[in-house]
């Protein structure tokens, strides 16, 4: 288990120097969320290799960083999110009371407020504490609920009062909260003695980076200088729906210092000439406001409005409330030559806008591969018989895509594309595996390959949990079928489900041929590597049983793709 702390230790630094070097937001409380998880893991990491009831201890209070500080501190990110903000103080009372909580947990093994008691022994020369709970721990718990029934609160609120939240986001952060809570209390429910909350935190970390950052894409912070004198030179003068004067800007005052000299909710009378005129223009609108059954995003544009020798365009706007209801008018003008100015400007901000965009969405997609490997990678330290079979199964996957552009299977570039992405998640559910049962050194009982066969079914949720709010619909689609299928076989004999033919996901039956490829050719601890001759006998005689006979013909034609793969692997 050291290895999978070590793991998740690094995943999180990893985090944290990325944000680092290419978030431009830089915002602290993100940076808080990931120094706690860092801290946390480092806990978790020296517990797994303690000695000592001393050196477990300690290692123990470290680990509880993460469970007492971050549920606060996620909290203030999900505030973040949803652009609310608690006042100074309020923050950090709430920061004390968990600073007070934490207290207690440094007197572990010293009186009864956090643990009453705490021993240690090892298990498959695994440390695992066991521990009978105070008060104080009782009162941790309860604040990790609270804050998770708090962001449920802001959140709902949110996306009720401010049309400024990105409702994606906001909901997402809230199910990551939901899933790392739902972790703790799941490995409590269930008496495990290996905590996996190392992972989750990662994952509810990585989670909310990217649609935080994916949100940052299109943040105007960086053009504010930009958008004020834009708006600095654009003039808006607003009426209610009978008319009534409501106000002005200054840059309008200075087209019509005649405004100045009225109040709020006054008729404007015997204005100048160019004034009456622009307002009489709210006539056209009115008319369109009768005629337009959905009664919503309303105006017409004044083109070449002249005043004291100056070309102004403009719009004058519908103002309606959110039952579609009048409610006034607003008038905008622009002089000619800013408005320009302005449209030039802005068509070349959208064009390396799109080019950011574009280059931001890229670097999030190879973001996420990485981190998707990296997890898997994590799950297959733990198997002692795999050793790169995520990365060779996964390269085997690419160099039989490219196959299949070819063939005349239907089969398009965009969907194998989700195929290649989703092979490195195909053996995720082994992490909910006995260790017993994946470090095996030889071949399975019976009951042995029955709990070793759930590893599909446990990989379909995970992926499931892990993906849906954060990608999207297809690739989360593609992904379950592989983690969740691939060990079916086309004549009805594997599982999880016994799917037969084209019942079974084309996904699934391209990752099965890919597996089972570099299961032969691979040396395992209960058999020598196949011969690579020998293997393709294998799969072209299973042709039509095991496998999809059309895809087995295209696989067999990468016989010197996926040679020249595996003898320079080899090297």
Request: hydrophobic fraction near 40%; proline fraction near 2%; include cysteine.
């Amino acid at each position: 288990m050291e290895y999978f702390y070590l793991a998740c230790l690094l995943v999180s630094i990893g985090m944290l120097v990325w944000l680092k070097l290419f978030d431009v937001r830089n915002s602290i409380a993100q940076y808080l969320n990931l120094i706690i998880v860092i801290i946390s893991s480092f806990g978790y990491f020296f517990l797994s290799i303690s000695r000592t009831i001393g050196e477990a201890i300690i290692s123990q209070i470290i680990g509880y960083v993460g469970g007492v500080f971050l549920p606060v501190f996620f909290f203030f990110l999900v505030l973040e999110i949803c652009h609310l903000e608690l006042s100074r103080y309020l923050k950090i009372v709430l920061v004390l009371c968990q600073c007070g909580i934490y207290g207690s947990v440094c007197t572990i093994g010293r009186n009864e407020l956090f643990y009453k008691s705490v021993e240690m022994h090892k298990n498959n020369g695994m440390v695992v504490l066991e521990r009978s709970y105070g008060p104080f721990h009782i009162l941790a718990i309860g604040s990790m609920y609270l804050y998770l029934l708090l962001a449920f609160a802001v959140v709902i609120y949110a996306l009720i009062k401010k049309k400024s939240v990105d409702t994606q986001n906001a909901i997402t952060m809230i199910v990551l909260m939901t899933l790392a809570t739902g972790v703790y209390t799941l490995e409590k429910i269930l008496g495990i003695e290996y905590t996996v909350i190392p992972l989750a935190f990662d994952v509810l970390m990585l989670g909310a980076l990217i649609p935080i950052y994916d949100s940052n894409i299109f943040t105007v912070y960086e053009n504010t200088n930009i958008i004020d004198e834009q708006l600095g030179n654009v003039g808006f003068l607003t009426f209610d729906k009978n008319k009534a004067y409501k106000g002005c800007n200054n840059y309008m005052g200075n087209i019509f210092p005649e405004l100045l000299q009225y109040k709020l909710e006054q008729t404007i009378k015997e204005s100048s000439l160019d004034l009456q005129s622009l307002i009489d223009k709210i006539d056209n609108i009115e008319e369109i406001y009768r005629s337009n059954s959905k009664k919503e995003h309303i105006y017409i544009t004044i083109e070449s409005f002249i005043h004291n020798d100056r070309y102004y365009d403009g719009k004058i706007y519908l103002l309606t409330n959110s039952f579609g209801k009048l409610k006034g008018y607003t008038i905008e003008l622009r002089d000619n030559t800013e408005h320009y100015k302005a449209l030039t400007l802005r068509e070349r901000y959208n064009e390396e806008l799109a080019q950011e965009v574009d280059k931001k969405a890229r670097q999030i997609e190879t973001i996420q591969e990485k981190i998707i490997l990296g997890m898997a990678q994590m799950v297959e330290s733990r198997d002692l018989s795999t050793g790169g079979h995520i990365k060779r199964t996964s390269d085997v996957v690419r160099i039989f895509a490219k196959k299949l552009v070819d063939a005349d299977l239907g089969l398009s570039p965009q969907f194998l594309n989700l195929v290649i992405r989703s092979a490195p998640m195909h053996d995720l559910g082994k992490i909910g595996v006995d260790d017993a049962v994946l470090r095996k050194q030889g071949k399975f009982t019976d009951e042995e390959y029955d709990k070793m066969k759930k590893h599909s079914e446990i990989g379909y949720h995970m992926v499931k949990e892990i993906l849906s709010e954060v990608e999207a619909p297809n690739f989360v689609r593609v992904a379950e079928n592989v983690a969740h299928y691939h060990h079916e076989k086309v004549n009805g004999m594997g599982y999880p489900d016994g799917l037969k033919g084209d019942e079974i996901p084309v996904e699934a039956r391209i990752m099965a041929l890919a597996d089972v490829f570099d299961a032969l050719v691979s040396k395992r601890c209960y058999k020598d590597a196949f011969s690579y001759e020998r293997a393709y006998e294998i799969i072209e005689k299973d042709a039509g049983t095991h496998f999809d006979e059309k895809l087995a013909t295209v696989f067999l034609s990468c016989k010197e793709e996926l040679e020249k793969y595996y003898n320079e692997s080899e090297k």
